[in-house]
């Protein structure tokens, strides 16, 4: 799970520049609406609906735009949108499983762009079932520790309900179950931790970590589909070492 880690901060630090350029307004935007769409337009009692509403506070979108996002998913707004939530699941280099998150409105547009960079970087797209029982569902937070003592942050998410905890320096991550990511995300924010992110997700049960050359391979697939503006999340078992996260962030 640490390569989770490793692998976030560096999507942390692409946040602005996706911003920018709006692709990242656009994921959220489509977020938005599946899970007004899913459980109604009220964040308070859509745990699922204000999680993204606090990564769109967070990523700095205008009111207005998660507004207009979450009418259009409750079927409140001018333009209703029919958006379709499908996963993805292929191999990437030295057989790395990848699981890909989509909300799309056209599948067929979906499935060949996915298929193209899973090609492209070396992997293969696979069928439906593949590698999704290497994963299992949990809801996952990443703490900053800074400020803090990294250790009893851990303990504190212990304490609250968390079922495995993992410190890599000044990064605290936290898993839970789904059903229990609430409760322990609103434990530590009382506490006055710095929860960066939090969300559902699908977490590797156990973690495969190939040599340098693949590894860096294999990060390059996972930017590339994520860059694709159809995909949500790309989730891997891929334990990424800090030679390989070196020579990716240099290249």
Same mark, same amino acid.
Request: glycine share 10%.
């Given at each position: 799970? /640490? !390569?989770?880690s490793?692998?976030s901060?560096?999507k942390?630090k #692409? !946040?602005a520049?996706?911003a920018?350029?709006g692709? @990242? *307004?656009?994921r959220?935007?489509?977020e938005?609406m599946?899970?007004a769409?899913?459980?109604?337009?009220d =964040?308070?009692?859509n745990?699922?609906? +204000?999680l993204? %509403?606090d990564?769109? +506070?967070?990523?700095?979108m =205008?009111?207005e735009?998660?507004? +207009?996002?979450?009418q259009r998913?409750a079927?409140?707004g001018?333009?209703?949108? %029919?958006?379709?939530?499908?996963?993805?699941e292929g191999?990437?280099p !030295?057989g790395t499983?990848?699981m890909?998150e989509?909300?799309t409105?056209?599948r067929?547009r979906s499935?060949?762009?996915v298929?193209?960079?899973?090609?492209?970087?070396?992997g293969? @797209?696979?069928?439906?079932?593949?590698?999704g029982w290497? $994963?299992?569902? #949990?809801?996952?937070?990443?703490? /900053?520790?800074?400020? *803090?003592?990294?250790e009893a942050?851990?303990l504190?998410a212990i304490d609250?309900g968390?079922?495995d905890v993992?410190?890599?320096g000044?990064?605290?991550? %936290?898993y839970?179950?789904v059903?229990?990511l609430?409760r322990? +995300?609103e434990?530590?924010l009382?506490r006055?931790f710095?929860?960066e992110?939090?969300?559902?997700?699908?977490v590797p049960k156990t973690?495969?970590? =190939?040599? @340098?050359?693949t590894? %860096?391979?294999n990060?390059?697939?996972i930017?590339a589909?994520?860059?694709?503006d159809?995909v949500?999340?790309v989730h /891997?078992?891929?334990?990424i070492?800090e030679d390989?996260?070196a020579? $990716?962030?240099a290249a």
């Amino acid at each position: 799970m /640490s !390569g989770h880690s490793k692998w976030s901060t560096i999507k942390r630090k #692409k !946040g602005a520049a996706d911003a920018k350029r709006g692709q @990242l *307004f656009t994921r959220l935007g489509r977020e938005l609406m599946i899970a007004a769409k899913e459980g109604g337009a009220d =964040p308070e009692a859509n745990f699922r609906l +204000r999680l993204v %509403v606090d990564k769109a +506070r967070a990523a700095n979108m =205008p009111k207005e735009n998660i507004e +207009r996002a979450i009418q259009r998913g409750a079927g409140t707004g001018k333009d209703g949108v %029919v958006l379709d939530e499908v996963i993805y699941e292929g191999y990437g280099p !030295g057989g790395t499983a990848v699981m890909v998150e989509v909300l799309t409105d056209n599948r067929n547009r979906s499935v060949a762009e996915v298929r193209r960079v899973f090609s492209r970087h070396g992997g293969n @797209l696979g069928e439906s079932g593949c590698v999704g029982w290497m $994963f299992e569902r #949990k809801g996952s937070m990443t703490i /900053s520790a800074e400020g *803090f003592d990294a250790e009893a942050i851990a303990l504190e998410a212990i304490d609250a309900g968390a079922e495995d905890v993992k410190v890599d320096g000044d990064t605290v991550e %936290v898993y839970t179950t789904v059903e229990d990511l609430q409760r322990v +995300r609103e434990a530590l924010l009382t506490r006055s931790f710095v929860v960066e992110d939090a969300e559902l997700g699908w977490v590797p049960k156990t973690l495969f970590q =190939p040599d @340098l050359k693949t590894t %860096v391979q294999n990060l390059r697939l996972i930017e590339a589909l994520e860059e694709l503006d159809d995909v949500q999340a790309v989730h /891997s078992n891929l334990d990424i070492s800090e030679d390989a996260l070196a020579e $990716f962030e240099a290249a």
